[in-house]
């Protein structure tokens, strides 16, 4: 149980392999002498949310990962603009009046990605192909047109107003020096695998962006960087997105 005045926060999601938020908060609450215990809730359904809410009276707040980050939304009292512009919430704020409780739902993904975009941002990089349409390509998508830059989905299988992999031409990769990859492909441990872009016609003007951060070079940003393109992987915006996780629970 939590001691007298000791906070809980946690992560909702399943299955819970590995958790980045874990370990960064109990570190963070050690390291700075905060009385604050983070745990991991592994929800076999998203119905069992009340549950843990019932059983932790100091739960302060949660992070939110797959496959919840839409399901959770109708247990919100109240969600953040640009969360419900996203229809996805990776944060929650429990406010906890004396007889009352209250969900509040925020997306820091999308402002995680929008803040390590930020110092990469150019004049020709003014358009942006997000691939893949999950739940993190919506976040980065509302990043993007809150930045002043033009996306497009790339998907294996394009709705309308969408690209498929096929589509992308040199007119389509010359116009769009932004390449965001928001799929798993490359990611740890299958590791040898990549989006299946023509990376022969990247330049330098190109930035291409992998959400994944482990590995720290993955094929999709190594076969970029072959062809002079700007890498980056996405270890700041995680830990951005853990520092205004923190921010949200404490204002």
């Not at 980045?20 to 908060?25: C, D, L, Q, T, V």
Request: aromatic content about 10%; glycine content about 8%.
């Amino acid at each position: 149980m939590a001691g007298k005045g000791e906070r809980i926060f946690g992560l909702i999601g399943f299955p819970l392999t590995h958790s980045f938020s874990k370990i960064y908060f109990n570190q963070k609450f050690e390291a700075e002498h905060i009385d604050a215990r983070y745990l991991n809730f592994e929800l076999p359904d998203i119905g069992d949310l009340m549950e843990v809410v019932a059983q932790y009276p100091a739960l302060s707040g949660l992070n939110v990962t797959i496959p919840y980050k839409e399901q959770v939304l109708p247990y919100l009292d109240e969600i953040d603009e640009d969360a419900a512009k996203i229809g996805a919430v990776n944060v929650i704020k429990i406010i906890r009046k004396k007889n009352s409780l209250k969900f509040k739902g925020y997306n820091s993904d999308m402002i995680g990605f929008s803040d390590s975009l930020k110092p990469l941002i150019t004049p020709a990089r003014n358009k942006a192909l997000i691939l893949g349409t999950g739940g993190a390509a919506k976040a980065v998508r509302q990043g993007l047109i809150n930045l002043g830059i033009e996306p497009i989905y790339v998907s294996r299988t394009p709705k309308e107003g969408e690209l498929g992999y096929e589509d992308l031409d040199p007119t389509v990769m010359d116009a769009h020096k932004i390449i965001i990859n928001t799929t798993p492909l490359g990611m740890y441990p299958k590791i040898d695998t990549c989006p299946d872009i023509p990376y022969g016609l990247l330049t330098p003007e190109h930035l291409c962006y992998d959400l994944i951060y482990n590995p720290d070079v993955t094929l999709f940003m190594k076969r970029a960087s072959e062809h002079g393109a700007e890498v980056k992987n996405g270890l700041e915006m995680l830990l951005l997105q853990a520092f205004i996780s923190w921010n949200i629970w404490n204002e």
